[in-house]
């Protein structure tokens, strides 16, 4: 015998002519209850919906995502959100909704993890290995903080913090035949990592920008910073305020796009601009570590 939700579950779907017999602005006002992902979908699902009807630049979802970006992003997430030249509104309403969710670690690459207890703190036990933001960073300032926990008291850990174009580190890299068990890009040469450096550089796209910076780090056990074209050229250099970090603490990262400078915080103090420029196009938050540790990744205001 057929239940009564089985019964609603076989009713068949309205007509979709009705929805074209509607008010456009009634459709939008239904469509504004939506998110990025919804409007994708209804889109998808309804030519009223998804084509631009004559004499309108977008779709009625396209221009439900307009509405919605425009009436609710701050100033400084305008900012932070310039519009790719290929992107859709639902794709921008999409990114939007997306940089005011929380961090996480959305890649973690290598052997050295313990079980992951919390999406935005991983715990490092043995080799090499990095943990990967999926939040992406076009423009605007951004600012994060690392809290380290050393396991070795005595001892300062060691922790690459910075950013990373948005790669993945495991798609089509091998971890014992192209990683050779230990991960970390910010140490990639095309002389001594020919795979990695192939493979890592293949995924480049026009987002990145002109930079050829695809990885800049803080390195905790003595502060210097260390950037990498995953090529010929990996450099670290000196800067005015640099510290390194001895035993736990909390480091912070200003990423600012506008500038393309990154700036080192110690423990909610502000050391100095550890990359002075040149930092354009797309990036993620990263964590390289090689000694024993837990390290936790939250976003806050970034600092006047």
């Known amino acids: ?98 940089l005011r969710e929380p961090l996480s670690f959305d890649e973690l690459a290598g052997s050295g993890f313990s079980p992951q207890e919390h999406p935005a703190r991983v715990t490092y036990t043995g080799s090499d290995s990095t943990a990967v933001s999926g939040h992406v960073m076009r423009g605007g300032r951004h600012f994060v903080e690392f809290t380290i926990t050393n396991a070795n008291r005595q001892g300062a850990p060691f922790v690459y913090l910075g950013v990373i174009r948005p790669v993945s580190l495991t798609y089509e890299i091998d971890l014992e035949a192209d990683w050779r068990g230990s991960v970390n890009p910010v140490c990639v040469t095309s002389r001594y990592d020919p795979a990695v450096s192939e493979k890592l550089i293949s995924q480049r796209t026009a987002k990145w920008g002109d930079s050829n910076i695809h990885c800049c780090s803080y390195f905790s056990l003595d502060g210097r910073c260390r950037r990498t074209d995953w090529g010929t050229n990996v450099t670290g250099s000196e800067w005015h305020g640099r510290e390194g970090l001895r035993g736990s ?16 915080f110690k423990n909610n103090r502000r050391l100095g601009a550890m990359n002075e420029g040149g930092l354009s196009g797309e990036y993620c938050w990263f964590v390289s570590a090689i000694s024993t540790c837990a390290v936790s990744m939250s976003k806050s205001r970034a600092p006047n």
């Open 1 to 98: 015998m057929m239940q009564p939700r089985d019964s609603k579950r076989a009713r068949p779907l309205p007509d979709p002519t009705l929805l074209e017999a509607l008010d456009n602005d009634l459709l939008l006002r239904c469509a504004s209850h939506l998110d990025a992902d919804g409007l994708a979908r209804l889109g998808r699902a309804s030519t009223a919906f998804g084509t631009p009807q004559a004499g309108r630049q977008r779709s009625l979802a396209n221009e439900a995502a307009h509405q919605q970006f425009r009436q609710s992003a701050t100033d400084e997430e305008r900012r932070c959100l310039p519009k790719h030249n290929d992107e859709s509104d639902i794709g921008l309403y999409r990114a939007l909704q997306q």
């Open 249 to 264: 603490g909390t480091i912070g990262l200003l990423l600012d796009l506008d500038e393309g400078t990154l700036s080192v």
